[in-house]
């Protein structure tokens, strides 16, 4: 099309615009419309001051702009390019702009309507700018006007306020002007300071820029005046084959060896549009937007230099990184920048996703110990910080075949490592492998020093689990390793694989292994070994050591008086371990009750003279205690009581000797037992069942004498004689269920009992009037016994197992019958009601289980003096109480069939879900209040302060018998909407 004059395209307004009027068409003032923001236009003189300065040569960062803020009008200069007549048509046509054919174009010079945004405050703005002076009428015909003086300016652009503009308008625009943000000018080139004044009120804003290297600038901006605040940014440019610009900023401290987090996480076209990225790093490039320079255009058919452009910010991150590592700033603060647990997808986001993933596999990208860079394939996480310490750099690979590992700093970041885990095989360096190589490997403590080994407690002291008795056959318990050195220096157990002490503490005399000094004398490593049941050394255990070794059968008798004495007046270290001797030790002079042969044997095997163990036993060949031991202890005046307690001590039978059973109970009965428990898949199980000596020879021939005697014994025993266990595991907990021991269940099969008339009988076939008197005493025991076997006044037969169990229950331990069936009631009345929260819900004000005032719980968020008041105890205990329900209902609901999941208990209120080691979750639990409070553990706040949209909280706020379930996505609403107290002490500073 041919080119008009500036006076030709003033006619031909002046006609289109009468046209319009007639026809009354109003493009002109809709599109001014465009945008719904008033202020918008601050951007776009941005813009345009930008562009006009770019049109002078050599004029990078010397580009002025001052703002001049008058009660009716905003006048506006820049030191740019004048106008030319182009300029003028252009914005004052819609749908024209002077970069046509320019590379760097977006939509906004597209349809030229970049400049429009000044009629939200103007109706008639004015130009002059060189040799021109007009105003615009009708958003479109240029209009001679008197000329303003521009000043050191070449351009001045006055915005007249509107005629009945809305003050509020004004005054927001003023405070908008004069709270310009700085970063405005970050990814500008050549407008580098901006003045604002109104009246007395000024501020100055400024940009410099110092190159580092090719296209890496540090970028200083400045505010001065109304404000005062310096930033840094560490800025990468690249101008792609297309030539629209990229960039990638990075906020930085003043010294520039660590990283800011900006908190923007929109993408600018010069200037912030709404479109997020989510890091917390600033991301600019010329992508093409809708008219309004707001969203950022993904369309593969209109737009696809967007996505070419997306390609190019994603390379330039990885360059960036790159230079970051070569400067030894690509530290914990970089990787604290972006967001690892961003899922959505978009172009931009998948391009910067897809460079990191290249760099951290393919580049020396993370930090070791030493501050060395190294790929993540080189490197482990250790499980406690501890391991740092106590493994050398050369042992790491022959643990978890890794070289070193991640540097500390970078374990803080729980997101990133979750990420690395997850996606680029980060290793873990687990304590289960560093114990099972310790149990394989005794070279590996030998090398150690002692200050090793005391880090080796301290870890320990840590995880019960690697020395505890309930783990000692698990691959890693290191129970009965040597890991403790004695006065040798010799490493030894801390017990023997039968369960004796290997080692004791002290300093005693004799030969007696003891825990070297230097270590002992730690106090750290005695609480440790104090955890761990070593026993303290006793003066005594030289003596007993060489006694028992001197034992034969002619000195037997006053060889066990010797140790009695021992035993009766040492410490609980020295009789435990008389105790543990003599248990393996033939040392008790016995009489067979048949044949009359003496022997020397183990306490175990042998019995107390007892006329109803003599009975009992009848027939068969038993041995008993010998008369002359006996004899012995009475010459030298020992009180039967005392004597008798210390064979009984060690472990002489009273009672007829329980003997554990090897075959275990059927799958049938199993299933029964289990049936009330949803736990599954059953991974390990433990069956200890038992019968009692001399039970087959006694029911081969149950006389009347032997029945009684029986009977007698067994109102003498203990609890233990009548509970079988059965244990039964998953892979994420354990329970125990109860049962009557085989020898019970074999008795009540068979006749054994007398009735009045001296016939034997079933207990089934006896009542407490039938059944002869010599069976009947008044003790509790005996009428505990009575419901064992169902003898009673007639009902008891009709009774199941369970009933006759719950019965007896009630008996023994003196409930009253009726509060004992209401307290049941309302434990089954009480089971939990889950429900899930909706925005929009309401919760119900209930009060917690103690007496605690709304004041009360208001004192959370005072200070408090020296000592802590006891309220805070009593909502802390009601808050674990609530922690460990909704841990058993997560367990038996929630995760019962994930066996690979582990639910941690991380403090009062706090659960971590793990999946083998690795974290997925945490569960908060907050508990109600009076008045509509929530109290939760201040941890919650604290992860919510640091990210809002964190999706790996769920809240579980638990009631009286309810508990309402907020998860990730409403958590946000939920807080907002309600009072939640963060439950925290805090000392009263004077």
Known sequence: MKRISLDEHIRQSKIAVAANKIKGNRHGQILSMLYADPYHFIEEILQNTEDACRKNENFEDKGKLRVVIHEDAIDIFHNGHPFTEEDLMSISTFANTSKKGSPDINMIGKFGIGFRSVYG??????????????????????????????????????????????????????????????????????????????????????????????????????????KQE?????????????????????????????????????????????????????????????????????????????????????????????????????????????????????????????????????EKALLNEKGQYKEVSALCLPEHDLLRDLVHKKEIF?????????????????????????????????????????????????????????????????????????????????????????????????FHSDGRPAIFLGEIKGNVPLVHPDIASNAENRNFFAMLGIPEGSPGLAETEKLIKGLRNHNANPTLYKLFLLYFNGNSTLKERIRSILGKTKCIRTIASQNGDKNLCKPTDAYLQNEQLEKFFGTKN???????????????????????????????????????LQSSISDRRK????????IHPIVKETVYDFTIDGLDEFLSFPSFEASTALWSLMCSMSDDYFEAYYTFESYVRTETVKFLPEFI?????????????????????????????????????????????????????????????????????????????????????????????????TLTSEEVGANLSVSQNLMLSLPFKEGYFPEIEALENHLSEATSE?????????????????????????????????????????????????????????????????????????????????????????????????????????
């Open 398 to 494: 022959s643990l978890w075949s890794r070289f070193d590992f991640l540097h500390e700093d970078l374990c803080e970041n729980a997101d990133f490592i979750h990420y690395l885990r997850k996606n680029h095989k980060l290793k873990n360096a687990d304590i289960d492998t560093l114990a099972f190589h310790i149990r394989q490997h005794a070279e590996f403590l030998k090398k150690k020093k002692f200050d090793d080994l005391h880090i080796l407690y301290k870890l320990l002291s840590e995880f019960p689990k690697y020395w505890d008795l309930k783990h000692a056959d698990r691959y890693y318990s290191l129970r009965h390793s040597p890991i403790i050195p004695n006065s040798k220096k010799e490493l030894k157990p801390a």
């Open 121 to 226: 405050i103007s109706e008639n703005p004015e130009i002059h700018s060189g040799e021109f002076h007009y105003k615009i009428l009708d958003y479109e015909v240029l209009e001679a006007c008197e000329s303003r003086s521009n000043h050191e300016f070449t351009t001045l652009i006055r915005l007249p306020f509107k005629r009945n503009l809305d003050t509020n308008i004004i005054e927001s625009t003023r405070k908008k002007l004069l709270d310009l943000d700085q970063k405005l000018l970050l990814f500008l080139t050549h407008l580098a300071n901006i003045e604002i004044v109104n009246g007395a009120k000024q501020l100055i804003i400024s940009r410099k820029n110092v190159e580092l290297s090719n296209d890496i600038l540090r970028s200083e901006l400045k505010s001065a005046g109304l």
């Open 745 to 841: 269940e074999v008795l009540r099969k068979n006749a054994f009992f007398y009735d009045k008339n001296l016939d034997v009988r079933y207990s089934d076939d006896l009542t407490t009037d039938s059944i002869h008197e010599a069976y009947k005493n008044n003790t509790p025991a005996c009428q505990k016994l009575f419901g064992l076997f169902g003898i009673d006044s007639g009902f008891r037969a009709a009774l199941s197992n369970k009933e006759e169990q719950l019965i007896n229950y009630i008996r023994n331990n003196g409930l009253d019958p009726g509060e004992f069936l209401t307290g049941i009631s309302e434990e089954v009345n009480n089971e939990l009601s889950i429900t899930y929260f909706k925005p929009g819900d």
């Open 622 to 660: 038993t041995l008993f205690v010998s008369n002359d031991l006996y004899k012995y202890f009475d010459s030298n005046e020992i009180p039967e009581e005392e004597y008798i307690s210390f064979l009984t001590d060690i472990g002489v039978n009273a009672l007829p000797r329980i003997i554990p």
């Open 886 to 990: 909704i841990r058993e209902y997560l367990l038996r609901q929630v995760y019962a069939k994930s066996p690979g999941i582990h639910i941690e208990t991380e403090s009062y209120g706090i659960l971590r879900i793990v999946d083998d080691s690795q974290f997925l979750s945490y569960a908060f639990i907050a508990k109600t209040l009076p008045g509509g409070y929530l109290m939760a553990h201040p941890n919650l706040e604290k992860l919510l302060a640091e990210r809002p949209d964190r999706k790996d909280i769920i809240l579980y706020v638990l009631q009286k018998t309810s508990c309402r379930v907020v998860e990730a996505e409403y958590l946000d609403n939920f807080v907002r909407n309600n009072i939640v107290l963060s439950l925290r002490r805090m000392k009263f500073i004077r």
């Open 671 to 678: 299933k029964e037992l289990r049936a009330e428990f949803e």
């Open 230 to 362: 310096n930033e840094q940014y560490l800025l990468f440019r690249k101008n792609t084959h297309t030539k629209r610009e990229c960039a990638i900023a990075f906020k930085q401290n003043t010294d520039g060896t660590n990283f800011v987090r900006s908190g923007e996480e929109t993408v600018s076209v010069y200037f912030p549009t709404r479109f997020k990225h989510k890091n917390a790093f600033l991301v600019h490039g010329r992508f093409t937007t809708n008219p309004t320079r707001e969203q950022i255009i993904f369309n593969e058919v209109h737009c696809p230099e967007n996505f070419r452009l997306s390609s190019e910010i994603g390379e330039l991150l990885y360059k960036s990184m790159k230079y970051l590592r070569k400067e030894k700033i690509l530290h914990q603060g970089f990787y604290k920048l972006i967001n690892w647990t961003y899922t959505a997808s978009d172009p931009l986001h998948d391009s910067i996703t897809k460079n990191l993933n290249k760099f951290l596999a393919q």
